[in-house]
C-alpha cells in the first residue's frame, strides 16, 4: 500500500496572504527540518487566521498523520476537502487516514472520489479494493483490483487480493489464476504458496496443493496456518506421520489452534498421538 503523502504541498506560491501566509511558509519550513511540532503549530496559527487556507488544512492533516493522530489528521483532511473538493492527493489522503483509523466505509468513499478526479492513479484503485475488501463489498473490490491491473500488472500484491476476493466469491478457478500470477512475480511470496494451496485442494487437487503448502512452510517455517494447512492435506492423503509432525509444530507455534481440531475429519484417527497430546506453548 502507497502511503499518504509525506511531506505538505504548500509553497511560497500560495494564494494565502499577509500574516497567514507567513505561518503557512514558516510551517513548511519546519516539517521539511524534522520539526513536525512546530509545523503543527505554524499552520494551527495559519488556519486561525485563515480558516479557508486549504492548503494548511491539508499540511496539518500530513503532520498529524506523521504523529500517528489519526482522528486530527481525519478531521484536518476533511476540512481540505470541504474547502478545495477537486483536488486528488486530498481525498487520497483522507483514504489513507480514515482505513489506518478503521473506518472503511469512509476510507472507501474518499478513495473512490480520489479514483473519480483521477482515474488513472494506480495506487487509488489499489487501495479502493482493499477497502471494499475488508468491508465485504466483493465484486467492487474486484473490480476496482481490475481496474489497477490495467494500470500496472507487475505487481503480485495487487494479483493476490484479487485471488481472495474471487475465492469470496466462489470463483475458485479464477482465483487460481490470480494466485498464480502473483507467484509469477514474485515466487518467494509465500501467501500466495498458501493461498495457492487452499484454491488447489478446493479443486481437488491434493498432490499439488501439498506442494504449495510446503512452499509456503519452507518460505515461512514459524507460521502455524501454513503448517496446519499442509498437515492437513497429508493427512487426507493418508501420510499420517508428517501430518502429525506439521500437526506437532503448529500446535507449539500457536496452542490455540487446539480448539478447532475437532473440526478437522481428517485428523479425528490422529488425535491421540503423544506428539499431539504432548504438544504445549
Same mark, same amino acid.
Given at each position: 500500500?502507497?502511503?499518504?503523502?509525506?511531506?505538505?504541498?504548500?509553497?511560497?506560491?500560495?494564494?494565502?496572504?499577509?500574516?497567514?501566509?507567513?505561518?503557512?511558509?514558516?510551517?513548511?519550513?519546519?516539517?521539511?527540518?524534522?520539526?513536525?511540532?512546530?509545523?503543527?503549530?505554524?499552520?494551527?496559527?495559519?488556519?486561525?487566521?485563515?480558516?479557508?487556507?486549504?492548503?494548511?488544512?491539508?499540511?496539518?492533516?500530513?503532520?498529524?498523520?506523521?504523529?500517528?493522530?489519526?482522528?486530527?489528521?481525519?478531521?484536518?483532511?476533511?476540512?481540505?476537502?470541504?474547502?478545495?473538493?477537486?483536488?486528488?492527493?486530498?481525498?487520497?489522503?483522507?483514504?489513507?487516514?480514515?482505513?489506518?483509523?478503521?473506518?472503511?466505509?469512509?476510507?472507501?468513499?474518499?478513495?473512490?472520489?480520489?479514483?473519480?478526479?483521477?482515474?488513472?492513479?494506480?495506487?487509488?484503485?489499489?487501495?479502493?479494493?482493499?477497502?471494499?475488501?475488508?468491508?465485504?463489498?466483493?465484486?467492487?473490490?474486484?473490480?476496482?483490483?481490475?481496474?489497477?491491473?490495467?494500470?500496472?500488472?507487475?505487481?503480485?500484491? $495487487?494479483?493476490?487480493?484479487?485471488?481472495?476476493?474471487? $475465492?469470496?466469491?466462489?470463483?475458485?478457478?479464477?482465483?487460481?489464476?490470480?494466485?498464480?500470477?502473483?507467484?509469477?512475480?514474485?515466487?518467494?511470496?509465500?501467501?500466495?504458496?498458501?493461498?495457492?494451496?487452499? $484454491?488447489?485442494?478446493?479443486?481437488g487437487a491434493l498432490v499439488e496443493a501439498q506442494a504449495a503448502y510446503e512452499k509456503a512452510v519452507e518460505l515461512v517455517p514459524?507460521?502455524?496456518?501454513?503448517?496446519?494447512?499442509?498437515?492437513?492435506?497429508?493427512?487426507?492423503?493418508?501420510?499420517?506421520?508428517?501430518?502429525?509432525?506439521?500437526?506437532?509444530?503448529?500446535?507449539?507455534?500457536?496452542?490455540?489452534?487446539?480448539?478447532?481440531?475437532?473440526?478437522?475429519?481428517?485428523?479425528?484417527?490422529?488425535?491421540?498421538?503423544?506428539?499431539?497430546?504432548?504438544?504445549?506453548?
Amino acid at each position: 500500500m502507497k502511503d499518504a503523502v509525506n511531506g505538505p504541498t504548500s509553497s511560497a506560491a500560495s494564494a494565502a496572504t499577509g500574516e497567514a501566509a507567513l505561518f503557512l511558509e514558516e510551517g513548511v519550513g519546519r516539517f521539511g527540518s524534522g520539526d513536525v511540532r512546530g509545523a503543527i503549530a505554524a499552520w494551527t496559527q495559519a488556519v486561525s487566521l485563515d480558516p479557508t487556507l486549504a492548503e494548511a488544512w491539508f499540511d496539518l492533516g500530513t503532520a498529524y498523520a506523521d504523529l500517528s493522530d489519526l482522528d486530527e489528521s481525519a478531521r484536518c483532511y476533511r476540512s481540505a476537502v470541504t474547502l478545495q473538493p477537486d483536488v486528488h492527493q486530498s481525498w487520497y489522503n483522507l483514504g489513507f487516514t480514515c482505513a489506518g483509523r478503521g473506518d472503511l466505509v469512509a476510507a472507501a468513499d474518499a478513495y473512490g472520489r480520489a479514483a473519480a478526479l483521477n482515474p488513472l492513479d494506480y495506487w487509488t484503485w489499489y487501495n479502493l479494493g482493499n477497502a471494499f475488501l475488508d468491508l465485504g463489498r466483493l465484486e467492487e473490490a474486484a473490480a476496482a483490483y481490475r481496474t489497477a491491473l490495467d494500470h500496472n500488472d507487475g505487481d503480485y500484491d $495487487v494479483w493476490n487480493n484479487l485471488g481472495n476476493a474471487l $475465492v469470496q466469491l466462489e470463483r475458485i478457478g479464477e482465483a487460481n489464476e490470480c494466485f498464480r500470477r502473483a507467484l509469477a512475480l514474485n515466487p518467494a511470496y509465500d501467501l500466495s504458496w498458501n493461498n495457492l494451496g487452499n $484454491v488447489l485442494e478446493e479443486l481437488g487437487a491434493l498432490v499439488e496443493a501439498q506442494a504449495a503448502y510446503e512452499k509456503a512452510v519452507e518460505l515461512v517455517p514459524d507460521h502455524a496456518t501454513y503448517r496446519l494447512n499442509l498437515a492437513s492435506v497429508l493427512a487426507r492423503g493418508s501420510e499420517d506421520d508428517r501430518a502429525i509432525e506439521h500437526l506437532a509444530r503448529a500446535l507449539e507455534l500457536a496452542p490455540e489452534i487446539r480448539s478447532l481440531l475437532p473440526g478437522f475429519a481428517e485428523f479425528q484417527a490422529l488425535l491421540e498421538n503423544p506428539l499431539l497430546l504432548t504438544a504445549e506453548d
